[in-house]
């Protein structure tokens, strides 16, 4: 069984880490071996470009472009030290967030330079795609409840107005149907019973490796 990619990606709120979870759960007792990482943060690097990134700071704010970059240098790392070497060991690798999240945020949300976006994601991963990336399409107030009822606190990209990220899920409208091959839109109002059932359903039709 050779290594998957395989990303979660979506608006603020949307389940990602709950149904990353389920799954990593349901593939391990399916015997496959699950690596559970994420961007921002899945190297020690990583942990602290995360904390510059999401921390909000009034006085200081992150110039966007800054931003764009410190997002590329966390792919860069983690692609080098994480991904690559656990896709040659044969590992799914379960992530939380990746290219299409700088595109969506970066691209959609802060309306920067595609082709800046396209070329430093490119540098950044060497071209590494993901095998099939899950989208978690849940109306953008609802997630952003969900953030709420969670009380632990809104950070940086989670404050910013409605529109942003009204203008992030638009993004992400546009790349599923631009990529429909690669990314499967899973409706994420569902229960999160119902949400972790499709997604298995999508990875065995997918990844026709699974037992």
């Known amino acids: 069984m050779g290594g998957k990619l395989i990303v979660f990606e979506g608006v603020e709120g949307c389940g990602k880490t709950s149904q990353m979870q389920l799954c990593s759960e349901w593939l391990e007792n399916l015997g496959v071996s699950v690596v559970v990482t994420r961007e921002p943060g899945g190297t020690e690097l990583g942990s602290h470009l995360r904390r510059l990134l999401l921390e909000k700071a009034e006085d200081k704010p992150v110039a966007e472009v800054t931003e764009l970059l410190l ?27 990746y290219t299409d999240s700088t595109i969506a945020y970066q691209g959609y949300g802060r309306g920067l330079n595609m082709s800046l976006i396209n070329q430093l994601n490119y540098i950044a991963t060497g071209g590494l795609e993901s095998d099939l990336t899950i989208w978690l399409d849940v109306d953008v107030e609802v997630g952003l409840s969900r953030k709420l009822l969670d009380n632990v606190g809104l950070d940086r990209i989670e404050q910013e107005t409605i529109a942003f990220h009204r203008r992030v899920q638009q993004g992400y409208a546009h790349l599923a149907a631009s990529h429909p091959s690669r990314i499967v839109r899973v409706d994420g109002s569902l229960s999160q019973e119902a949400v972790q059932q499709v997604i298995q359903e999508i990875l065995r039709v997918h990844l026709k490796e699974l037992p």
Not at 71 to 97: F, M, T, V, W
């Open 71 to 97: 997002y590329a240098a966390d792919r860069s790392q983690h692609i080098e030290q994480e991904l690559k070497p656990n896709l040659a060991a044969g590992k799914y690798i379960l992530c939380d967030r």
